[in-house]
């Protein structure tokens, strides 16, 4: 079994500030992690992802996350907000070996104001 | 095609009509999965396929649902009598591999179910 727990539903940052999205988890399994994003009215695009390789993960747009096994948790950040970085973002865990279906976060509304 | 394309990207049915909603996945990408995303943030699989073979139904409702990904046509996904709780952006997403766990899936833009 595996769940996924957004901390967060709403993040306020200024633009310029830092980001921090949090995200815990929960698997049977060794896990492989995710962070999406999602712009109104688009679908999900992939920020970055963790498969037991490297703890910290950079992904595009300036994000990185690291994977904290001690602590089950999968944080993302970014040093920096800008305005494009206002969405909503979805954590998503699935085992690592093997089919399964991915299991997502209740989602994170990143709000960035001027 | 670069993208995964679903249409339409809204339909309004009354209660008891049908809903059929398409999409069609990326060239060469031999998976197809739906999601169905309720109360905003809350995303349900329902179906996956490879190529033409359903893959894992495990998420489809038993009765008004089905799905079918037919050689050179869009994969479909449609339901029979639709109920007020089938309102839902239906996400159709694709991946070379049945892998979600190391590949990427590719989402599309989503199909707005509106049932009145």
């Known amino acids: 079994a595996q769940s996924v727990t957004q901390l967060d539903s709403h993040v306020s940052v200024s633009e310029g500030t830092p980001v921090l999205l949090r995200c815990n988890y929960s698997?049977?399994?060794?896990?492989?992690l995710f962070w999406y994003v999602q712009h109104p009215n688009k679908g999900l695009q992939l920020l970055l992802k963790?498969?037991?390789?490297?703890?910290l993960v950079k992904g595009i747009n300036g994000f990185e996350a690291e994977f904290k096994k001690s602590e089950t948790s999968f944080h993302l950040t970014k040093p920096s907000a800008h305005m494009s970085d206002a969405a909503e973002y979805f954590c998503?865990?699935?085992?690592?070996?093997?089919?399964?279906?991915?299991?997502f976060g209740k989602g994170t509304m990143l709000l960035v104001s001027p | 095609g670069e993208e995964v394309a679903q249409t339409p990207k809204h339909l309004v049915r009354g209660e008891g009509q049908k809903a059929k909603l398409y999409c069609a996945p990326i060239k060469g990408h031999s998976y197809v999965f739906w999601y169905q995303q309720v109360l905003k943030n809350e995303f349900k699989f329902l179906i996956s396929f490879q190529n033409e073979n359903v893959f894992d139904e495990t998420g489809m409702p038993k009765e008004r649902f089905s799905a079918k990904c037919l050689p050179n046509s869009p994969c479909s996904l449609e339901i029979q009598a639709t109920k007020l709780e089938d309102s839902a952006v239906y996400f159709c997403?694709?991946?070379?591999?049945?892998?979600?766990?190391?590949?990427?899936?590719?989402f599309g833009e989503g199909s707005r179910l509106t049932v009145l």
């Open positions: 963790y498969t037991s390789a490297a703890t």
């Open positions: 698997s049977s399994y060794s896990p492989s």
């Open positions: 998503v865990v699935t085992p690592n070996s093997g089919y399964s279906t991915l299991t």
């Open positions: 997403a694709s991946s070379p591999t049945s892998g979600s766990n190391t590949g990427e899936l590719f």
